[in-house]
């Protein structure tokens, strides 16, 4: 029966309905299982994992795994391509997904094809004779956003494989693998669980022999979630739809006041989703002094809560140097409109 994503968040990885069953999935606390079953071990499965891989495969329309972090889902995908495997990757991204493969590219692990994914034809050329295409879109923290469908169908065409990570627009935003992904990646620290408490990734396709591959990464690198992380994990997952569009609504309210700001000299938003990118106009303290003056909005280096979050990104030593030095990356939370922008004005007013 196909549903609506909000009834899907709700309904999937539920246990089956019998009497006097639990209407919610319990945290299966163990390591040691029976011999005889199709886990055998607690390195590769877990009843809880699999409730909370349902309820994403069923999001994102694929087969799932779920990891440790984001990073090590992103590791698994990148432990299965042979040495020195061609890989054409985003030249502003996610940082920590840069320094992964700017050390893979130093090593010579794989080599690495840096490119501006907004430019769909130089993307295009640097895919020629490569293993894999890693697309970060909308990009972070820059917001920039790639031709997917097109790059996709390249990619396909020359026997490329794609991947995708799809944390900032989520599956209510855009369905990687209905366009011919192999691969679509999530932190599900960000909007699947919303609430700041789970370190945890995911990795979901439709190949059953590239899933068999990506759990044989998970099991014998020990890249493995915790039940109970799982668990929470899944009862944010219940209201993310609710969640992130209450704050996708508020992202967008924003806009035009941001940008009618007159300590404001840019303001980035691809038209979706609940992150907003702007560039302050001052030096970089300044702008590090706008973050630390908010009394509602988090100083804090994540995205995706419930909770209104921001940072200056260039604060950290990794992050790409394509990213302007002004530049505040703001996760919009779900608290009144009215009383985040009323912070903002407060935090500019400081400078």
């Known amino acids: ?90 030249n502003q991204g996610y940082s920590g997904v840069m320094s992964l493969l700017n050390s893979f590219h130093e090593s010579s692990r794989l080599e690495v094809r840096f490119v501006d994914v907004v430019d769909t034809a130089a993307v295009t050329a640097a895919m020629k004779g490569a293993a894999l295409l890693w697309l970060e879109s909308p990009t972070n923290p820059c917001l920039d956003v790639a031709d997917l469908e097109t790059l996709i169908a390249t990619a396909k065409q020359m026997g490329i494989g794609v991947a995708v990570d799809n944390t900032f627009a989520t599956p209510l935003v855009q369905k990687p693998l209905a366009m011919g992904a192999d691969i679509v990646m999530h932190s599900v620290t960000k909007f699947l669980s919303g609430h700041s408490d789970v370190l945890m990734g995911s990795l979901s396709t439709n190949d059953p022999a590239l899933l068999k591959r990506l759990q044989d990464s998970r099991s014998f690198n020990g890249s493995i979630p915790g039940p109970f992380e799982c668990w929470l994990a899944l009862r944010g997952l219940r209201t993310f739809p609710l969640r992130f569009n209450k704050s996708q609504e508020n992202a967008k309210q924003l806009i035009a006041r941001l940008s009618a700001h007159p300590k404001i000299t840019r303001v980035r938003y691809p038209g979706f989703g609940a992150i907003i990118s702007f560039e302050v106009d001052g030096t970089a303290e300044q702008t590090q002094k706008v973050c630390e003056s908010s009394h509602l909005i988090a100083h804090a280096t994540s995205l995706g809560g419930v909770e209104s979050l921001w940072e200056r990104r260039r604060r950290w030593p990794i992050e790409s140097p394509s990213v302007p030095e002004q530049l505040i990356r703001l996760s919009v939370g779900c608290e009144h409109v009215d009383d985040i922008w009323n912070d903002i004005e407060g935090a500019l007013a400081s400078i």
């Open 1 to 90: 029966m196909n549903q609506h994503p909000e009834t899907t968040a709700i309904t999937a990885g539920r246990p089956k309905v019998e009497p006097d069953a639990s209407l919610n999935p319990p945290v299966v606390l163990t390591s040691t299982f029976h011999a005889g079953g199709a886990i055998g071990y607690g390195r590769y499965g877990n009843q809880t994992w699999s409730a909370l891989e349902d309820a994403i495969g069923a999001l994102e329309g694929g087969s799932t795994l779920v990891f440790s972090s984001g990073m090590a889902a992103i590791s698994a995908v990148c432990s299965i391509l042979p040495v020195g495997a061609p890989i054409v990757a985003s």
